[in-house]
């Protein structure tokens, strides 16, 4: 009970932006805090916009939220001394929300990434204006990486002239990071009203629309269809991904998707019929999954095989221009 008096709650507790995104927290151990032979410790609560509580020796945290609709956090000191833990009362903290009405920021926002063969990365985004955003409102985005901060060059407009999507062909993230974070940032201006500025952080797998599975090969071994692949331009290895196998009957219309964990899939089919094939990637052993490649090329096999009836005519002409021995 005596301990109860000798535990203080911190001082100088402030919240400041540090980047798009993102807050520092720091505060001060309390000047009447005796440093005798105690563990002084600090419990954090974020209470918005994402719940979420910790401890800390250090007296400084960093938080990655989105902001726009402010954030607000409680910081008490924690003593710890044999089996006791003793704590204070906390201390309040809050940033508000940027001005602007709610319906002034921008909708529906949503992103993609792409790996080029070079391994860069480029970001398109796309949004909808806020339903009380005057006509003349333009948005700006930018984007924030690690310590990387850039805004978009190339907007593309709606018939309002607004800008409503914007691409990077080139950007700071790393295809090689696992679950690292994209923060975007859209804010605006008008002569009529605050825009509200709108954040959200993005898995950098998550949006990765994934490239398309490579050299596909098909070859029929008497009822059998073997078909190889590789696995879509990234710096991931091939153990990595996972593929979706579109198999058609022509004859029949039967349709099949088969998952397949492998570059590689051996499957019995009809040989009176014709198939047409299609395969499509995804990455998710190694990290999130993302968005589903685009299918591959069609490939048809089977009888009245376009590519097969060539090759067997232009065999048959070899023959007959064979000379005759
Ligand atoms: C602090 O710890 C030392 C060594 O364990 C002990 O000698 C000393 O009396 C303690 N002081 C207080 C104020 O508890
Ligand atoms: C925008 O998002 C809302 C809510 O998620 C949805 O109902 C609406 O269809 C979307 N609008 C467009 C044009 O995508
Ligand atoms: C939009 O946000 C950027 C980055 O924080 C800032 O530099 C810029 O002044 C803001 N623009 C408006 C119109 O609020
Ligand atoms: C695909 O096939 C081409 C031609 O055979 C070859 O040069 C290339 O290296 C192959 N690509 C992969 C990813 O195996």
């Not at 833990?85 to 920021?105: C, F, H, Y």
């Not at 970001?123 to 901060?149: I, N, S, V």
Request: hydrophobic content about 35%.
């Amino acid at each position: 009970f005596q301990y109860r008096c000798l535990v203080f709650p911190p001082v100088n507790f402030t919240l400041t932006v540090s980047a798009l995104a993102q807050v520092l927290l720091q505060w001060k151990p309390n000047p009447n805090q005796e440093q005798k032979n105690y563990t002084i410790r600090y419990d954090v609560k974020i209470l918005s916009p994402v719940p979420e509580e910790y401890d800390t020796e250090k007296t400084h945290s960093i938080q990655t939220a989105a902001l726009h609709n402010g954030f607000s956090a409680h910081v008490r000191t924690l003593l710890l001394h044999n089996d006791l833990q003793i704590r204070s009362d906390w201390v309040k903290e809050k940033l508000p929300p940027p001005p602007g009405a709610p319906e002034t920021s921008v909708t529906n926002l949503s992103c993609v990434t792409r790996i080029s063969i070079s391994s860069t990365v480029s970001l398109h985004c796309t949004w909808l204006p806020g339903q009380e955003a005057p006509e003349d409102t333009k948005y700006f985005l930018f984007y924030r990486y690690e310590m990387y901060t850039e805004e978009c060059q190339d907007y593309i407009k709606d018939k309002w002239n607004r800008n409503t999507e914007c691409r990077f062909s080139v950007t700071h993230i790393d295809p090689e990071e696992v679950d690292n974070l994209i923060v975007i940032h859209i804010n605006g201006s008008s002569k009529y009203a605050a825009i509200k500025p709108f954040q959200r952080l993005f898995n950098q797998n998550a949006i990765e629309k994934v490239n398309v599975p490579r050299n596909v090969t098909v070859f029929l071994e008497q009822n059998d269809l073997l078909v190889t692949w590789e696995k879509p331009i990234s710096p991931f290895p091939k153990e990595c991904f996972e593929y979706e196998f579109y198999l058609f009957n022509l004859k029949s219309g039967n349709k099949q998707i088969l998952k397949i964990p492998t570059n590689d899939f051996r499957l019995r089919i009809d040989v009176t019929s014709r198939y047409s094939i299609q395969i499509r990637a995804n990455h998710h052993i190694c990290c999130t999954r993302g968005f589903w490649s685009d299918w591959s090329e069609i490939i048809y096999v089977g009888k009245n095989d376009m590519f097969l009836s060539l090759v067997n005519a232009i065999t048959l002409l070899k023959k007959a221009q064979q000379p005759n021995c």
